[in-house]
Nanobody, 119 residues
Framework: VQLQASGGGLVQAGGSLRLSCAAS????????MGWFRQAPGKEREFVAA??????STAYADSVKGRFTISRNNAKMYLQMTSLKPEDTAIYYC???????????????WGQGTQVTVSS
């Protein structure tokens, strides 16, 4: 199983970025997917999750109303708007056999993509 996250970069506060996650080696449509992030010196935290069908989503309170998770038959996305310096972190995509919001429910992880928001 391979998960490849991309789309990170450097953006000013208030700006937007769109992250993508491509999966291979698994039946993508049968897995719940999620985004997590980890800032320096902090634990990995939940950002957003989407069910197999895309019909259910969940968000961390800190990103609700600013981030949107979506998926199609091949990829998962995270549209990030109104970015803040505190959103700076490495963002990881992950795959789980169910709709999940905690890291230990996800057996498969991508390598991460850096998002840096300058003030």
């Amino acid at each position: 199983v391979q998960l490849q996250a991309s789309g990170g970069g450097l953006v000013q506060a208030g700006g937007s970025l769109r992250l993508s996650c491509a999966a291979s080696g698994l039946a993508f449509s049968t897995y719940g997917m999620g985004w997590f992030r980890q800032a320096p010196g902090k634990e990995r935290e939940f950002v957003a999750a989407i069910s197999r069908s895309g019909g259910s989503t969940a968000y961390a309170d800190s990103v609700k109303g600013r981030f949107t998770i979506s998926r199609n038959n091949a990829k998962m996305y995270l549209q990030m708007t109104s970015l803040k310096p505190e959103d700076t972190a490495i963002y990881y995509c992950a795959a789980a056999r169910a709709f999940a919001t905690t890291p230990n429910e996800y057996p498969y992880w991508g390598q991460g993509t850096q998002v840096t928001v300058s003030s």
